[in-house]
């Protein structure tokens, strides 16, 4: 029995036999030619093979994980077509006189390497896109089928890493799990396992392909991130057990679809869910939450090579709101620190985190937030929408962005464009100084919403993305509660209500802790709105 330990990124347990999937691997030597125009029209022919491939499994897709999840291969067709990529290429072929192949692998791997120095994990992860598709172009070249089967029966498939086609090309109904050596959090490939219900685990470990083998009886824990090959009988035993109780959870959980979120003595909160794409929406109406808790409009930008223009925009921040019946609440663009797009041309920082971030950058640049909320305005009319404003820190800032929020309204009202006139405005408490001067700041919103990442960050003097003082990074430190405490006294006594959408929203350990508080509601993660639920419905406030 040998144990290995990676990240598990979808809580299941899966027991079965171990699948290697194993590609078609192309060499690509570097060949020189003088007939460039031929190797031009390989390229050609090779993209439009490519793009029909990944129509077919976008058809795929929509069956099996819905419309909004397979739009990532409607970006891959996009990508096929990007200008940058497709220059570079050209002029390694026409410059370098090189074979089509050879400079379609090298641009991969320039674009993959700029994609992976990127500080945010969600750019990171866009590396394992640009592989796909010149994998994909490379092997139309050569005749090759990119995609591997699994055997007969059930199986657990482990791979170096996945990319998102071949993800979706898979039998679901054959997987029973995901392993990988490597692969992000962030990457679509996870993102999609998490959205067909398949437990995930990844970053394993270099060793671990080398060192396991087809057919042997493996333990995919999801939960922990445990990997066990060919596990003895009392442990085989042990997680049999596990595995039938983990069902009969979800099993109870499902039997609160429906339910109020509300106290044995009567105290009833929302529970909202946190997403960062319209990509998670059939997600959020599958897990029963109230409404969106936290639409995180950032992810917009970093998906573009430029600034989304305002119709993108309000395409999207509408069709989110006709889909969710509920509110939704939309945190406008927090870009900086650990999100980076290359486009905004951001200067380098010592301390990014403490720079030009998130509504600082906004008000720096209000032509870019003037965009947003117009769209966000002309949006309105199609749902309950909330709009938040993240790293609030003053008076000052808030009455700028209040002031802007009206010229965009009075922008509309002149040329006769509709917009809701029952907008919530609200700001996120993530700095101690926001939570400091709540009792000013509430009188000037509808609600506070709490983002305790950042606001554990900010109050520790804890680099979030800094593993080596993880230690030191309380999350249940008392200076953290005090301040959530304060934030929401000073909410209520202004007539205004306060949610948590930060984390720390999700851990059930404080869960009483914040409803004593007077938290009025909860955005997580959609998978873990009714595990909340089941807590909150269990908590006595009289006890």
Same mark, same amino acid.
């Given at each position: ?32 030619? $003088? ?13 439009? =093979?490519?793009?029909? +491939?990944?129509? =077919? ?25 990007? $200008? ?34 990127? $500080? ?6 866009? !590396?394992?896109? *640009? ?17 591997? *089967? ?5 199986? &657990?498939?482990? !791979? %170096? ?11 679901? %109904? ?74 009969? =959870? ?62 993108? +925009? ?21 870009? #900086? ?14 301390? /990014? ?12 640049? /209000? ?24 790293? @609030? ?22 040329? $006769? ?5 029952? @907008?919530?405005?609200?700001?996120? @408490?993530?700095?101690?100084? !926001? ?18 990442? %950042? ?18 990074? %309380? ?20 007539? &205004?209500?306060? #949610?948590?959408? #930060? ?35 269990? &908590?006595?406030?009289?006890?």
């Amino acid at each position: 029995m040998v144990k290995y330990h990676g990240k598990g990124v979808y809580g299941a347990i899966a027991i079965g036999s171990i699948s290697i999937f194993r590609r078609k691997n192309i060499q690509v030597k570097k060949i020189k030619t $003088d007939n460039t125009s031929t190797e031009l029209e390989r390229l050609e022919k090779a993209k439009g =093979k490519a793009t029909e +491939q990944l129509r =077919k499994i976008y058809e795929k897709a929509l069956k099996e994980v819905g419309e909004a999840n397979a739009q990532i291969f409607e970006i891959h067709m996009m990508m096929i077509e990007d $200008d940058d990529y497709n220059e570079a290429i050209t002029k390694m072929i026409t410059e370098q006189n090189v074979n089509a192949e050879y400079a379609v692998s090298v641009t991969a791997g320039n674009f993959a390497d700029m994609f992976s120095s990127m $500080d945010d994990s969600y750019m990171q992860a866009r !590396a394992a896109d *640009v592989h796909d598709i010149s994998n994909r172009i490379i092997a139309c070249m050569n005749g090759c089928e990119t995609e591997a *089967v699994p055997s007969a029966e059930k199986v &657990i498939i482990c !791979a %170096d890493d996945l990319a998102p086609s071949e993800t979706v090309s898979l039998d679901k %109904d054959k997987v029973l799990a995901f392993a990988t050596s490597c692969g992000s959090s962030g990457s679509h490939t996870v993102i999609l396992a998490g959205n067909m219900n398949i437990p995930a685990i990844i970053g394993l470990g270099e060793e671990f392909l080398t060192q396991i083998k087809d057919g042997t009886t493996a333990i995919a824990d999801g939960f922990t991130g445990t990997f066990i090959v060919d596990p003895d009988e009392a442990t085989l035993s042990e997680y049999k057990q596990k595995q039938q109780e983990e069902e009969e =959870k979800k099993k109870l959980l499902q039997e609160l679809k429906g339910r109020e979120n509300i106290t044995l003595d009567g105290k009833k909160i929302d529970i909202f869910a946190n997403i960062g794409s319209a990509g998670s929406i059939d997600t959020v109406l599958g897990s029963d939450a109230g409404g969106i808790g936290l639409f995180r409009s950032e992810f917009m930008y970093l998906e573009n090579t430029d600034y989304p223009a305002e119709e993108e +925009q309000f395409r999207i921040y509408k069709h989110v709101l006709e889909s969710i019946p509920g509110k939704v609440i939309i945190r406008t663009l927090d870009i #900086g620190a650990d999100k980076q797009a290359d486009y905004f041309h951001l200067e380098h920082e010592e301390n /990014p985190a403490l720079g030009l971030r998130a509504i600082r950058l906004c008000l720096s640049r /209000p032509e870019i937030f003037r965009v947003q909320l117009r769209a966000l305005y002309r949006a309105s009319v199609y749902g309950r929408l909330g709009i938040m404003f993240p790293m @609030i820190t003053s008076i000052s800032e808030l009455e700028e962005i209040l002031a802007l929020c009206s010229e965009v309204k009075n922008e509309l009202k002149e040329s $006769d464009i509709e917009y809701s006139e029952n @907008i919530e405005l609200g700001i996120m @408490i993530e700095t101690p100084a !926001a939570a400091i001067i709540s009792d000013r700041l509430a009188p000037m919103v509808d609600f506070f919403s709490v983002g305790t990442n %950042d606001l554990t960050q900010y109050t520790l003097a804890c680099d979030r993305q800094n593993p080596r003082v993880e230690r030191f990074c %309380d999350t249940h430190h008392e200076a953290i509660l005090r301040l959530i405490e304060m934030s929401a006294e000073n909410a209520h006594k202004n007539g &205004i209500w306060i #949610g948590i959408c #930060g984390e720390l929203a999700a851990d059930t350990s404080l869960t009483e802790t914040f409803l004593r508080m007077g938290i009025d509601e909860l955005s997580v993660s959609p998978s873990l709105v009714l595990k909340v639920r089941d807590t909150v419905r269990k &908590i006595n406030l009289n006890g």
